[in-house]
């Protein structure tokens, strides 16, 4: 029997990055907040531990920081023919868990989407006629402008201490930056992270192929930074353990080092941890939230009742607890009718591996999001009229570590295990570079997140139930990215060039992203889309739900900078528009 | 857990304000009504400027309530109850036997411990200590009876302090230094009155009082040592600016290093709610200290095996954060090159630091509050002493060899009292 605890102004599911930017702006607002987290809390000193992060083993390999499946998992299957099975190791993405969420082991790379992507039918369809796009494809618009993002992109750049060179400000393109991206109001808050070696070769060679290279933006700060809110950061050490880890030097911007030293100051807000949400509560009508019921670590059941309810956990958990609350309408493959649950979408990757003679990379010499790319193939920067796929992907040298275990290049034919695959691995560690091909993933009418009809969590609620495959489209699209990479290795003067294309089915277990996205979907048509353009669930006005939940499909970047600069535009419009009037901020 | 306080703390006191005043919240020579705003608000200021709070409130407990458990040399003693309270608290006291438990020492009980500063208050003007008073009237009376003596025999008879004072104590309200500048007597009355910074940062005689002629050169107390702080180059302020001192106060962060231990304690109770005059008072008291007159040492060679191996280990260990220059970060990781407590004579808190990590402060205008995590489970005690003595005569520093048998005892002497 749930035990009810007194009223709160907001109620938040999750202290991961978009977590913790509305529990800053609202208590900035003067409302009172609690933000109730599945995990526990997690401190640098304590947690980063300068003395031991740096261990492979612990955090890559046993994957100590992330969510283990016994408190939650899902299920997977290819397509609607498969039955779907528990992920009973997390593999091809792994959801973070605790303060800080995803948020703790991110590389920190930082991507702005196009200003076209976030008009992706449109766009396509205004340039090249509605023939162009493949017809298993169900891309949508965002309801969304990318003039309309830029100032809250801006206030996560700043906030953050992302690094980079803007390329275009103002309308104005700049000498280094990218020259693809949208107009920007100013440049980065900090200059772009040293370049080693290899990322400089890339970026010669990529010149000399014709395209147009610039530094990564990252989140690992290149210099001391104070943020807007006074926290300090201090300038990365290149050690090499960012993604997997938490950072032990204050450098990579999270949520421990930009907003909690700020926010846990703060009276009017509380972290509960260890609790987990069962359910959002609605009231008679299903109309409106009345609060969330959540389980603490004794197992004991509370019920917090709030006036607005912000569901930030994981994508595939904002999407889980929307259907076991009955929020929204869930989506249906066969009629493709109901938007929760539509439009998963993922991220598409090829890589070619280089092996050269005579090259010290030295790339142990590292950060999570150092080094130099390419834009000329992403998004729709390039004429896609013959090419017989849509979308893109950025191209990029960025190795973001070169640790011991899971960092053993070696070319193809050579053994997996004994004396000739070790010298291999000591021939090649310091020689070989990659380069990575990051695409979009366009979402389609079978690939859809749902309950599971057979298997239960924990807490006795259906699994979340995933089915995806990767579209045919996209395929096309990344392997055409990995031969254009393999055409700048060439100009690389590498050795040996080994491209590795993508190929159906996907596979759940290999590690590719951690970028899944959709499933409560953005958009102006309550019909196909679960929330507005403010975050706002259509059906229940007092709920938002923030992440990449809310992308129609993703592009070729990272999510994080869109992720929290909806984050921002969603606490936004909640100050300026829903206190004044609560209801719906976009009429249905 | 016990908390880090001064050997001797406690409470009050006051100025003769408008004479030199600098200061924001003085409000004209100190008026006696009891039920004046002004008079209440200023107590409230100058309890703060006391640090009352410290001494006087338990973990968790009401504050003022009493109860938080000091350690000295020579056994347990609890801060009073010092709430309205008639039958446990002070509401029976009249003000005049107020003044004289602050000035003398004597409360209606008998002889009070110096580790309630009354050495340092009974500088505090009569006027001051009133307001102190009125406001600590306005608070709730708490029934909370405190024994507040757990000295074993025979330091918990009361009448010893007789002997003692005799000995160690000097009464007598401040005298301004007609010579000196306002902001220079406002200085000296807060740091040697109500402040009481002495009381953990002057050294201490045998029997626990200030050594004269040393003050605010630097002492160990609870496992820590409380820097010099006076103007002296090597191993005081002397490399800090009045900037320097005034942002450490009021934000528990400068260029050179964050505030952590006792002292983070102190700044977030007291110095970051002081005004901007009180702080800059201080600072050019402090400033105008005269240094210890001590020449620097001469550093340990490079040569040296303890600095190969320490060098060695800090590039390991230490480097990420604190860097090769041993500059730091400003306001985020300390800076050890020229540092005093790096310096110091006495490597208490250096080594304290490295075994047992440290919290840095979070105050409204530098909340990231900064830590460092323990090395105690990865360093051995020769390790410990061999990085230490690396770090105190590298980048220019100058300062004694660190024994593994001084890593040794701290090391067990922590383990035992926490």
């Given at each position: 029997m749930a035990r009810k605890l007194p009223r709160r102004d907001v109620v938040i599911v999750g202290l991961g990055w978009t977590g913790s930017i509305l529990a800053n702006e609202l208590t900035d607002e003067g409302l009172d907040v609690v933000a109730i987290e599945r995990g526990p809390w997690r401190n640098t000193?304590?947690?980063?531990?300068?003395?031991?992060?740096?261990d492979e083993l612990r955090?890559?390999?046993?994957?100590?920081?992330f969510l283990r499946p016994a408190q939650n998992t899902l299920t997977f299957r290819n397509n609607i023919d498969q039955e779907a099975l528990p992920v009973r190791d997390f593999g091809s993405f792994l959801p973070g868990n605790g303060v800080g969420g995803a948020g703790v082991h991110w590389n920190g790379q930082t991507w702005r989407f196009l200003p076209s992507d976030f008009r992706c039918r449109s766009h396509l369809v205004e340039r090249y006629?509605?023939?162009?796009?493949?017809?298993e494809l169900a891309i949508q618009d965002w309801g969304v402008t990318y003039e309309e993002m830029e100032p809250y992109y801006d206030k996560f750049e700043y906030l953050a201490g992302t690094s980079g060179k803007a390329g275009n400000i103002n309308g104005k393109l700049q000498e280094?930056?990218?020259?693809?991206?949208g107009s920007r109001?100013?440049?980065?808050p900090l200059p772009p992270l040293e370049m080693p070696y290899g990322p400089m070769l890339f970026a010669q060679g990529a010149r000399e192929a014709g395209y147009h290279p610039f530094p990564q933006p990252a989140s690992n700060a290149s210099r001391n930074y104070t943020n807007p809110l006074g926290i300090e950061m201090g300038a990365c050490?290149?050690?090499?353990?960012c993604e997997r880890f938490g950072c032990a030097n204050y450098s990579k911007a999270s949520p421990q080092t930009t907003i909690l030293p700020v926010l846990m100051r703060k009276p009017n807000f509380e972290c509960r941890t260890n609790s987990e949400v069962v359910r959002i509560n609605l009231d008679r009508l299903g109309t409106r939230a009345t609060g969330v019921t959540y389980v603490d670590a004794q197992g004991q059941e509370w019920e917090q009742p709030g006036d607005l309810v912000l569901i930030c956990a994981f994508i595939l958990f904002n999407v889980h607890l929307m259907l076991v609350s009955g929020i929204g309408k869930p989506y249906d493959p066969k009629t493709a009718?109901?938007?929760?649950?539509?439009?998963y979408a993922y991220q598409t990757f090829a890589k070619v591996e280089m092996f050269f003679d005579?090259?010290?990379?030295?790339?142990?010499?590292?950060?999570?999001?150092?080094g130099q790319c390419i834009?000329?193939?992403?998004?729709?920067?390039?004429?896609?009229?013959?090419?017989?796929f849509v979308g893109g992907a950025g191209i990029m040298c960025a190795g973001t570590n070169a640790r011991p275990i899971l960092m053993r290049p070696t070319p193809p034919g050579?053994?997996?295990?004994g004396s000739t695959w070790k010298k291999a691995t000591a021939d090649n560690y310091l020689s070989s570079l990659y380069l990575n091909a990051q695409g979009s993933s366009y979402a389609t009418r079978g690939n859809y997140l749902d309950l599971d009809p057979t298997y239960k969590d924990r807490l006795g609620r259906p699994l979340l139930r995933m089915t995806f495959d990767f579209p045919d489209n996209d395929i096309r699209m990344i392997n055409y990215m990995a031969d254009k990479a393999a055409g700048i290795g060439k100009h690389m003067n590498a050795r040996q060039i080994v491209p590795h294309y993508q190929k159906k089915?996907?596979?759940?277990?290999?590690?590719?992203?951690?970028h899944n996205t959709g499933g409560a979907i953005m958009g102006s048509d309550p019909a196909t889309s679960a929330v507005n353009k403010y975050l706002q669930?259509?059906?229940?006005?007092n709920v938002f739900v923030v992440g990449?939940?809310?992308?129609?499909q993703n592009a070729g970047y990272n999510p994080n900078d869109t992720v929290c600069a909806l984050a921002f535009k969603a606490a936004d419009a909640i100050r300026t528009r829903y206190l004044k009037n609560e209801g719906p901020l976009v009429p249905a | 857990m016990k908390r880090n306080l001064a050997l001797f703390t406690a409470l009050l006191p006051l100025t003769?304000?408008?004479?030199?005043s600098a200061t924001a919240p003085v409000m004209g020579?100190?008026?006696?009504?009891?039920?004046s705003f002004e008079q209440i608000e200023r107590g409230r200021y100058l309890a703060t400027a006391g640090d009352c709070v410290a001494c006087h409130?338990?973990?968790?407990?009401?504050?003022?309530a009493g109860g938080l458990a000091l350690e000295t040399p020579f056994g347990k003693l609890l801060g009073a109850?010092?709430?309205?309270?008639r039958e446990t608290g002070i509401?029976?006291?009249?003000d005049d036997q107020f003044v004289q438990a602050m000035?003398?020492?004597?409360?209606p009980r008998g002889h009070l411990y110096p580790a309630m500063p009354y050495p340092a208050f009974?500088?505090?003007?009569r006027s001051d200590i009133l307001a102190i008073r009125a406001y600590l009237n306005t608070l709730e009376p708490v029934n909370n009876p405190i024994e507040t003596n757990l000295l074993p025999f025979p330091f918990?008879?009361?009448?010893?302090m007789l002997a003692w004072n005799a000995l160690n104590f000097t009464p007598g309200e401040f005298k301004p230094?007609?010579?000196?500048s306002a902001e220079w007597n406002r200085g000296a009355y807060l740091v040697e009155?109500?402040?009481?910074?002495?009381?953990?940062?002057s050294p201490k005689t045998i029997l626990g009082s200030a050594r004269s002629g040393?003050?605010?050169e630097g002492s160990v107390l609870q496992n820590w040592f409380a820097p010099?702080?006076?103007?002296?180059m090597h191993k005081g302020?002397?490399?800090?600016s009045q900037a320097d001192i005034v942002q450490y106060l009021k934000t528990g962060a400068n260029q050179f290093t964050i505030a952590s231990g006792p002292m983070a304690e102190a700044i977030t109770n007291s110095t970051s709610k002081l005004s901007d005059p009180d702080l800059h008072a201080i600072a050019t008291y402090l400033k105008n200290m005269?240094?210890?007159g001590n020449a620097a040492p001469v550093p340990v060679v490079g040569s040296d095996k303890r600095m190969i191996a320490g060098q060695a280990i800090y590039r390991d260990t230490?480097?990420?954060?604190?860097?090769d220059s041993g500059?730091?970060?400003?306001?985020l990781f300390p800076t050890l090159a020229g540092s005093a407590v790096v310096q110091s004579d006495d490597p208490t808190t250096l080594i304290r630091v490295v075994l047992q990590g440290s919290q840095g402060v979070a105050t409204?205008?530098?909340?990231?509050?900064p830590a460092m995590p323990s090395f105690a489970w990865r360093l051995s005690d020769e390790e410990v002493a061999s990085l230490l003595t690396y770090v105190r005569n590298n980048w220019g520093n100058a300062a004694a060899p660190v024994t593994a048998a001084d890593v040794k005892a701290l090391r067990q002497s922590l383990t035992n009292t926490d």
């Open positions: 000193a304590t947690d980063f531990n300068a003395g031991y992060m740096q955090y890559a390999i046993r994957k100590d920081l006629g509605a023939k162009i796009i493949p017809d280094g930056g990218n020259p693809f991206e109001a100013r440049d980065y050490s290149y050690c090499g353990f009718t109901g938007a929760v649950g539509r439009n005579n090259k010290n990379f030295n790339p142990f010499i590292s950060t999570g999001a150092m834009d000329d193939f992403n998004g729709d920067n390039f004429d896609h009229s013959s090419l017989g050579t053994p997996r295990w089915p996907y596979d759940v277990v290999p590690y590719q992203s951690t669930s259509w059906d229940v006005p990449a939940s809310a992308f129609p | 003769m304000a408008a004479i030199f020579q100190g008026g006696t009504d009891s039920q409130t338990a973990p968790g407990g009401k504050p003022y109850n010092i709430t309205p309270d509401g029976n006291w009249t000035q003398q020492g004597i409360a009974t500088k505090v003007s918990n008879i009361r009448s010893s230094d007609s010579d000196k009155g109500l402040g009481h910074c002495g009381t953990c940062h040393d003050a605010l010099n702080i006076t103007n002296t302020l002397g490399g800090w005269p240094s210890d230490c480097n990420a954060c604190h860097r500059a730091g970060i400003p306001r409204a205008a530098a909340p990231t509050a």
